[in-house]
């Protein structure tokens, strides 16, 4: 990889035997793999460039071992990145707090850099190419001078799975090491399925050089100088400045959504903001859905969901994202990309996600959650009450601050998902689990129903484009705003969310569309005239999963009205469960003045999508609008 231009460059061997030599003398090169054993040549060239160019003191490139994760892990408890948790509570659990200033995702600092303005789109923030390369050349500059500079070779996706792809970071960070040893397929495994094929690069640094006789901080970062930089064009990703989550786990947002995304434009396939789940039913019969909905809608409880209804088996294949392909048989294949789930914390409760608290029983990292006198850990809604002397996410001790969270509202826990009591047996399958479903979903206090069916793969994918949620209190801005995040996508779609749409629409031509996935909408979240939520929700869902899974086998239990189709009078097994028949009714009606004002909303919402708006879209808007006058 040129870094100054974004394409590789040729590099003389004796640089390889210098740096193998310069690490040798330091004294750092442990246990890991050395340069001499990379069979890749450009993999290679990139490691030295970088090296050149960040001046670490000594090189590590992963091998992914049980012994590495021990040595990293004891080597950041040491100088307290983490703090090792109970082992009888949390065996192998660690937990860590990040610096104040570096607690989630940074969008106004992240940046789409094509070389066309216009193939950003208005979602995205874009700079020159060409500038934007420059700023970070000066960034990178020495920016990892005093440390370790760690190769992590990682896969997306089963190891040789046809959809899979590999990525290789570089970071300065060991936490990050660490946290994509979980929430990837991470290390020399994956050389030896690379040979001699391309891979994503994905550089990163916390951004502070450790010179002579400075002592580093548990938690570096460079709040003022943070860049979250995306080459589409090139393939590339470039982070500085932060450690936290997507901002500095490059598999995660970076690559599987905004570059994948890009990737999957241009080959045929789809990147998306997804969880993938398998449903059994009583009978044994079995069917994967995938689901897109924004944040606090509560996806990560769905994925891994204890349905009410008895004989109804729900299995977890991922929980963030999907990567999907239509396959030789005409279906649309998923794999989860990732290893791991990289959960927000405060709201996870055995009440709410039971699967998900045995999950992180172990092997997990936290990051600013509580800290309990018995070494275990705790946030706001894990229990009712607040455990006494609980130290809170800042390292305080909560009685001398009782007004403060114990937790940071974005709190996470990064675990494997092959701990999770529920996970698929296809979890690892190379091969992928074939769709049948497709699940859009957004938090609506009103006008969206519980549930509904698209007419159609081209109404479906409108329902995408439809997908917005009323804010909450976690999230910043005015509480009950509506906020449009098409398909999930708005912040993690790699290019012009119009090209974007197009692309969604095209799929229609690849295959049959009856072997397509139906498409349908959910909303959980519609509340009564006194603020309570019509619907009972989590192991509830399981009711409306069990609609979807029937429509699929084209059972008749639905009504087709203007907006779609919705459950008929006996679509809704309800059995056992007490709901007023006035909830249920408007949970399941078309309120057809709220849908007019929904279409003028999103004709409205869709001129920022100017000339790249699909006509076939605007088409729909327009049917769905003559629909609604004739009711
Ligand atoms: O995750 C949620 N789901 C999906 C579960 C599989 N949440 C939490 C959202 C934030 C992440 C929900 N919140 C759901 C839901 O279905 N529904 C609601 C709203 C709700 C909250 C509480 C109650 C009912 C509905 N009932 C009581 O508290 C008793
Ligand atoms: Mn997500």
Redesign the pocket.
Known sequence: MDLKKGFFLKLKSSFLMFTFFFCMQSGALQAGLNLEQLKNKELIRWILQVEQLCKPDCIHICDGSDEEFKDLTAQMVKTNTLIPLNGELRPNSFLSRSCEEDVARVEDRTFICSMNQRDAGPTNNWKEPAKMRKQLLELFEGSMRGRTMYVIPFSMGPLGSSISHIGIQITDSPYVVASMRIMTRMGKEVLNVLENNSFIPCLHSVGVPLDKGMVDKPWPCNPENKYIVHFPETKEIWSFGSGYGGNALLAKKCFALRIASKMGQEEGWLAEHMLIMGIENPQGEKKYFAAAFPS???KT??AM?KSALPGWKITLVGDDIAWMKIKEDGRLWAINPEAGMFGVAV?TSYA?NPNAMDTIKKDTIFTNVGLTKEGDVWWEGMSKDTPLNCINWLGNNSSDCLKENIAHANARFATPISGCPCVDPSFDDPRGVPISAILFGGRRSSVIPLVMQSTSWQHGVFLGTTVSSETTAAANGAVGKLRHDPFAMLPFCGYHMGDYFAHWLSFSNKTDESLLPKIFYVN??MKDENSQ?RW???RE?GRVMKWIFERIDLKPNAIKTPIGYLPDEQGLDLTHLSICPKNLANLLSVDVMGWQDEVKELREYYKIFEDKMPQKILEELDALEERLKKN
Request: glycine residues 20%.
């Open positions: 606090a809608c509560g409880n769905l969901l709201g709410s959980w979240f939520f009972p929700g989590f869902n």
